[in-house]
Structures are given as structure tokens and as C-alpha cells.
């Protein structure tokens, strides 16, 4: 058995990118793991949010959570800032962290250029390494499943936890980073040469995992494709019809090969009719089970026994690391 950790921004609904890249995931999981789902809401405030729609979406994200099967008996759902070991031990491993290589994280830099320059953003953009650092060495991580773009962090944080048990004790887990390797890299149907996003301009690049039906069919009905009408996965020369077809296979089931061979000499249009009935099939359960818990007090009840286990856990291994450093007294014993 090993202990995965996950957390996810509340920036936004979920797309179904997320659902198959991370969360369908998860739920395998979380069978045979001790595994931390974490809503990491901290990180959410990098950027400015309005405070009423970061609550909204911080609960909307944990229904979604469990509408999706993560089952609170077997792991642990909590809310990032309910469990104040997570900035504590932040700020304890931004004290070993370099400039250097928090300017050289590629998120950082792409953020920074679109915000004309370091001097227009938060220094928490620059900083927030170090506390997803801590969100996973708190709970003795041994895995993380991550998608491609959070490779560079897990790289940080594994340097981190390194450099912290040489210089003071032995007291983080390493994790290993373990990317998926079906569905792990869902595209805009807008831009398919660029990952699906929530926090995406454009609503048509992103399909929401509470978009109703009609708004599903009409986004892949509009996707980019390309004009030769060849339903093949070819991801340099065919990046929109190959991220359709890894939707499709994602969601029915069916090898990506098959559905070549389902759809050889048929039209796009029929096919991306097939892809949209296969996407509201597995939401359309999923979507039920979330409108029955939005508003109830199980949830919260939920996410309260989640806070308190994990702070039972984080703070074990918080204690450890500040006696480490030198933190705080010893208090002698009388």
C-alpha cells in the first residue's frame, strides 16, 4: 500500500480533461492506497479571485469529487487552508528554497510574461512551490499522479525534501511522480496543440463537467478538426481529431484502434456525434450524484472528518520537521 497525494485548484468547474486525466484515475487508486485529496485553495489565491465565487467553487469542487467516486471511507478529502500545517511547513521549506530555481519553473515564467513582466504579479506566483512542496511531504507521500505541466514542481519538491533531510534530519518521504499514460493529456478543442483548461478564455475550448448535453454536442461539434475527413489518431498532422478520438476512448471504453476502425470512410460529423454521446454518458450519472450533494449538510460533514484527519497526520510530521530546525522550545520534563 502507498500514499498518494492530489490536489486540485478550486479555480473553476472541472473539465472533463481533469476527470480523465486525474480523478478517473483516482478512483482505482484509492482501492488498494491511503490516498489525500486535497482542494487546494491557497494556491487558488496566486491570482486574485472574488471570495464569493472561490467559496462556491471550493465546495462545487469537492462534490464533484465525490459525484465522481472518491469515496470518503477509504480516502481522505479535505480543503487546503482547514489544515494550517499546509503554509506553516510552506514557509519552513521557502527557507531552503533558491530564487535561482523558483524563477526557472516554466509555469512561473509563462504567468510572469503574460503579465507584462515580474513586476505585475504576485510574489506568491514565485513562492508557491515550496507550499505545494508541503501540501505533499506532510502526509509521507510516496506517490504523486500529476499531468506532464506539474512534472517540473514534483521535481522541486523532491529537491526540496532532499536538501531538508540532509541539511537537518531524515524526515520527508521522497514521492514519486507517476504520470498517467491514457488520457493524461486532454487538449482545447479550440487549440488541440495546447492542453485543455478550466480557466480557459474561451468556453468552446473546454468542455465543464456540468455542462448540460446540448452545450456538450454543440462544443464538439465545433471543435477544430482539419479538412481531409480521415477519422486516424495522428497527433503532429491530426492534433484535433487525435485529441477527439483520445476523448471518445477515454470516456466509452473503446481502444482508440477500434474506433478507427468503427468510423473508417464516415464523416467528422458523425463522429464527433459519437464522441459527444460517449462524454454525456459517463457525466450524466456523475452530474445526478453531484446535485445531491452540493447543498447538503453530508458534504460538509464530509470535509469537516476530512480536515481533522489530515491535521492529525500533517501535524505529526509538522512537529518533526520544526524540531528538526530548531523551532519553537523544548520543553523539559518535569
Same mark, same amino acid.
Given at each position: ?8 485548484? =478550486?479555480?473553476?468547474?472541472?473539465? /472533463?480533461?481533469? $476527470? ?7 478512483? %482505482?487508486? !484509492? #482501492? ?97 512551490? =515550496?507550499?505545494?512542496?508541503?501540501? /505533499?511531504?506532510? $502526509? ?7 499531468? %506532464?505541466? !506539474? #512534472? ?103 481502444? /482508440? ?78
Amino acid at each position: 500500500m502507498h500514499t498518494i497525494f492530489s490536489g486540485i485548484q =478550486p479555480s473553476g468547474t472541472l473539465t /472533463i480533461g481533469n $476527470y480523465l486525466g486525474a480523478i478517473q484515475h483516482f478512483i %482505482e487508486l !484509492q #482501492k488498494e492506497n491511503d490516498c489525500y485529496f486535497c482542494i487546494v485553495d491557497e494556491h487558488a489565491i496566486t491570482v486574485p479571485q472574488d471570495r464569493l465565487k472561490l467559496r462556491n467553487n471550493i465546495r462545487s469542487l469537492a462534490a464533484l469529487y465525490l459525484a465522481s467516486g472518491i469515496n470518503p471511507e477509504k480516502s481522505t478529502l479535505f480543503i487546503q487552508s482547514e489544515v494550517p500545517a499546509h503554509t506553516q511547513l510552506g514557509w519552513m521549506l521557502q527557507s531552503i528554497s533558491y530564487i535561482g530555481e523558483l524563477e526557472r519553473m516554466t509555469q512561473f515564467k509563462d504567468k510572469a510574461a503574460k503579465s507584462a513582466g515580474k513586476e505585475a504579479v504576485s510574489s506568491a506566483l514565485l513562492t508557491y512551490p =515550496p507550499l505545494m512542496a508541503s501540501d /505533499i511531504l506532510l $502526509y509521507k507521500t510516496d506517490v504523486v499522479p500529476v499531468g %506532464e505541466d !506539474q #512534472k517540473q514542481h514534483l521535481e522541486l519538491t523532491r529537491n526540496l525534501a532532499e536538501r531538508f533531510n540532509n541539511k537537518f534530519n531524515d524526515i520527508f518521504t521522497i514521492p514519486e511522480v507517476r504520470i498517467p499514460e491514457v488520457g493524461a493529456r486532454i487538449m482545447s478543442l479550440q487549440d488541440p496543440t495546447k492542453k485543455m483548461s478550466k480557466s480557459d478564455e474561451n468556453e468552446k475550448a473546454f468542455i465543464s463537467m456540468l455542462d448540460e448535453p446540448k452545450k456538450i454536442e454543440k462544443k464538439i461539434k465545433s471543435a477544430v478538426t482539419d479538412s481531409d475527413g480521415i477519422v486516424t489518431f495522428d497527433a503532429e498532422n491530426k492534433p484535433g481529431i487525435s485529441n477527439l478520438l483520445t476523448i471518445h476512448s477515454s470516456c466509452s471504453g473503446e481502444s /482508440i484502434e477500434n474506433l478507427e476502425t468503427a468510423f473508417a470512410g464516415k464523416g467528422y460529423g458523425e463522429f464527433k456525434q459519437a464522441t459527444a454521446k460517449a462524454v454525456i454518458d459517463i457525466l450524466k450519472p456523475i452530474q445526478e450524484r453531484y446535485n445531491e450533494l452540493i447543498n447538503s449538510e453530508k458534504l460538509d460533514e464530509i470535509l469537516d472528518k476530512g480536515a481533522d484527519n489530515a491535521s492529525f497526520e500533517a501535524n505529526k510530521v509538522l512537529k518533526k520537521a520544526k524540531k528538526a530546525m530548531g523551532l519553537g522550545r523544548v520543553k523539559k520534563k518535569r
